[in-house]
């Protein structure tokens, strides 16, 4: 597939779009150390981003209950929402790419590991409320690297597989791509090295957001 032949863009959010990998390993931090779990560090959380929140709860810490879930993900809502009252920023060139993938006519959808309430709150703080021709998030659908919400968005926009592109910074992003057959873009400056990224062949590797910008228009 040739980068002209694409209709549908995919961003992963945290690591991606937003430069918000930070607070989401603090807020594991905080909530491990207040349910009285040994802290895992900053790699292993890294290693997690992607993943719905139980699903990363779990692999980080396999033994816990139903309740001590319950806890813990109320926990790590307290800490992640009250260091978002400053939103985290968008990493540099994403606007304006953004702007410029919608005056060229493509489709654009957001496939994230958050939940809806997460999402749209993110969403409205950056104005873009109606920006996407569609977005999913990970409790209303399967985790990620299930393509399921892949599939759903494909159906929504009326675009087959092959037309579409996944960007993302967690091989969780690349490997639900591969799962939906569709091709992807790893970045360099999110949760997880780009060499742990190279396993799952993607198309491009870029270093800032502006770059995949670029690479479309190049090659239209």
């Known amino acids: 597939m040739r980068p002209s032949d694409y209709k549908l863009l995919i961003f992963d959010w945290d690591g991606t779009l937003a430069d918000s990998i930070h607070r989401i390993v603090e807020a594991m ?16 959380v890294k290693g997690i981003i ?38 985290s920023p968008l990493f540099e060139g994403v606007v304006e790419s953004m702007a410029s993938f919608r005056e ?30 569609i977005t999913r998030a990970a409790d209303e659908t399967a985790s990620k690297p299930h393509p399921l919400m892949l599939e759903q968005i494909l159906a929504h926009c009326g675009v087959r597989a092959e037309q579409a592109l996944m960007v993302g910074d967690s091989s969780f992003d690349l490997l639900m791509a591969r799962n939906a057959g569709m091709d992807s873009v790893a970045v360099s400056y999110g949760a997880q090295s780009i060499e742990s990224l190279q396993q799952f062949e993607p198309r491009l590797s870029i270093d800032r957001f502006s770059e995949l910008h670029a690479w479309l228009a190049q090659r239209a």
Request: zero cysteines.
């Open 29 to 44: 931090h905080s909530a491990s150390g207040r349910s009285g779990f040994e802290l895992h560090d900053d790699f292993a």
């Open 50 to 87: 992607g993943l719905g929140l139980p699903e990363a709860i779990r692999t980080l810490y396999p033994e816990i209950s139903d309740a001590e879930m319950t806890l813990f993900r109320e926990y790590y809502a307290d800490h992640y929402i009250a260091a978002e009252a400053v939103p």
């Open 104 to 133: 060229q006519g493509y489709h654009l959808a957001v496939a994230t590991g958050k939940n809806r309430r997460g999402l749209d709150r993110v969403l409205k703080a950056n104005g873009w409320e109606d920006y996407f021709d």
